[in-house]
Each structure stands twice: as C-alpha cells, then as structure tokens.
C-alpha cells in the first residue's frame, strides 16, 4: 500500500474516532450515565481499527515517501486530531469518574458562600 493512502487511512479513521468521541461526550453531559453496551462494542470495534492502523504506519519508512506529495500535511493533520481526541478522551474520562461517585458527591461545591460573603467573613470588605 502506497505511504499516502495508509496516511489517509489513518487520518480517517482519526476522524472517526473523533466523532465517536464527540458522541459519548454529548450521552455523558445530556444522559448523565455511562453509555450503554452498543455503543461500547463500537469502541470495540475502532481500537481494533486503530491497532491494525498502528501496524500500518509502524512499518512505513522515511525513504517511501516522495518530496513531492502531500505526506507531511497528512502526518499535520493527523497529529492535530490525534490532540483533539486526546483532550476529548481525558475530559469523558473525567465525566465518566464523577458519574460513578455517590450522588452527594457529584454535586458537591467546595465553596457554599460568594467571594463577597468569604471577604465579610475575612473582614476584607
């Protein structure tokens, strides 16, 4: 398979995880519970995806690429995705961690009282 096209692939396949990711996101924040066993099993099925991907681009070598194509843009493009999934992934992961506390902690506030009220406790005012 030609250097380009596994790029592409890749990239691809990095958008569709994005997607993916972008989806649990919005059942997380509007359903506030963990996603059922369907949408799991997709998840499933891209990390298989993505590991046969990795073996792809794992045996790609600098020497197959032309000076020429649009490789470089693709590798980009692909990077900046993969740092979108990455901060979408750790903010689902971090819903999915307060989803399973205790109700009492979900909606725990550190701080009860306004910035004014602590500064009149302080005498600040």
């Known amino acids: 398979m030609e250097p380009t096209q596994i ?3 890749h990239l691809s396949l990095c958008n569709e995880v994005h997607a993916l990711l972008l989806e649990e996101n919005t059942w997380l924040k ?3 519970k963990i996603p059922e066993m ?3 099993e997709k998840k499933k099925v891209i990390v298989q995806k993505l ?3 990795l073996v792809n681009l794992k045996k790609l070598k ?3 690429f032309s000076p020429f194509d649009n490789s ?3 590798v980009g493009e692909s990077h900046a995705k993969l740092l979108q ?3 979408l992934d750790r903010e689902n992961e971090e819903h999915m961690v307060k989803l399973n506390q205790p ?3 979900q909606s725990f506030n550190r701080f009860s009282v306004g910035p004014d009220e602590i500064d009149q406790i302080h005498h600040r005012a």
């Open 72 to 74: 470089k843009k693709l």
């Open 30 to 32: 509007v359903q506030k």
């Open 85 to 87: 999934i990455f901060y």
């Open 62 to 64: 600098p020497e197959f």
């Open 51 to 53: 590991e046969s991907s």
């Open 103 to 105: 109700l009492d902690r």
């Open 38 to 40: 369907p949408f799991l």
């Open 7 to 9: 790029l592409k692939d």
